[in-house]
Structures are given as structure tokens and as C-alpha cells.
């Protein structure tokens, strides 16, 4: 049984993935490093500072600490998430089933808690979930299971009980570590990568989402 569900953020409940390689694009340039899209799309559900740091070890640069290369992305990202997202379709009638069913809610995202909250505040969903937390509060991002471990624990649900609504790969991974059910709604370019059949449910838009599946989850074991 179902008994809580975790959504990510990026590319869940916005489709944000642009605004992050725009802005890891736009900054790692100033360090010397012309990060690609294609690059930027394999690091999806990593913690900006693991990214930071990956980039760092693949070609080290020494006029900015890692630090500072960290928050101007997330700056940079903030500020076009306050300009111009909205919601993916179905998010919002997809938060309004699980709360018909009574079902604690909860957020667990790679992002920053100040990434986050500006989102939550932006959609006007921050009373919405019950647990929020962030991968950077632990000493592992994804596909390390901590995040979605930690918040598990956090709403008091076993987490063989928890229902995880995915984009990434890695963040996939992450779900499917701690034994959580999946369902996987990755992005245009990774639609058909074979890697994310390891989802109980892959649907390429959350308007997918059925009383059928729903009904699915209850029943497996």
C-alpha cells in the first residue's frame, strides 16, 4: 500500500531543466569550461555543488572558488524561475488527487532549500507538502537513496510505502535504492533511453497518471 507519495522538483513540478543549463552553461563559461546542453542533460538529479565539483576534477580552473561558481548558478536560476516558469501540466491536479486520498505529501529535490522555497512561492504550493528537504542537507546527493531515506523517516512512513514521481535518471535510481514504488516522467530527450524502464510506470506527461495506476500501486507487493 501507498502510503505517502515524494515528488522531485526539477523537470516535476516545472519544467526547469532550461533554466539550469542556461545558467550552468552561462557560468561555467567564465571558469573556462564550454559545457555543452547534451553535457548539462547527463547531470540532471545531481546536486549543484557534486556538478561544480565533477567539472572542477574534469578540468580545474583558479580564479573562483567552487563555492561561488555554486551560488551564481543557483542565482542565476532563481532569477529565471522567478521570471518565467509555471507548472508542467497535470502537477496541480496530480497533488489535488493525492490530498483527495488523504496521503501526506512531501518534496524531496537535489536543489537548494532557497531554489526551492522560491519555487513553492512562486506556485503558491507551500502549504501543500508536509515534508520539504534537500539533498544538500545530506553527504550524498543522488543517485545516493539519503534524500528520499531522510524524508521518509521525516513523515514517518516506511519507505517500501512511499510512492517517488521522478524525472531524472539519477533521482530514479535514488528512489529505486531506498525499495520505493517509481513513477518516471523524463524529459524529451531521454524519452526513450531503455535505462528508465526500471520504473514501476513511465508516462511521458503527468496528465497520464490514471485512477488505473493508482489502483496498480495499490495492489502491488
Known sequence: MIDAVIF?????LLDSEPFWQDAEMEIFQTVGIPLTRAQCIELIGMPTREIVEHC???K???HKSLDQVAS??????EDRISRFAVPLD???PLLEFFKSKKLPIALASSS???LIQTVLKKFTLTDVFSVVHSAESEEFGKPHPAVFLTTAKRLEVQPTHCLVIEDSFNGLLA???ARM???VVPMEAQRNDPRFNIADIKVNSLTEFSTNHWNMFQSLT
Not at 522531485?8 to 516535476?12: L, S
Not at 551564481?72 to 536560476?77: D, P
Open 112 to 114: 537548494p532549500m532557497s
Open 175 to 177: 528512489a529505486k535504492s
Open 56 to 58: 572542477f576534477r574534469q
Open 181 to 183: 514504488k517509481t513513477i
Open 60 to 62: 580545474p580552473w583558479n
Open 8 to 12: 522531485d522538483m526539477d523537470g516535476v
Open 72 to 77: 551564481e548558478i543557483i542565482l542565476g536560476v
Open 90 to 92: 497535470g502537477v496541480i
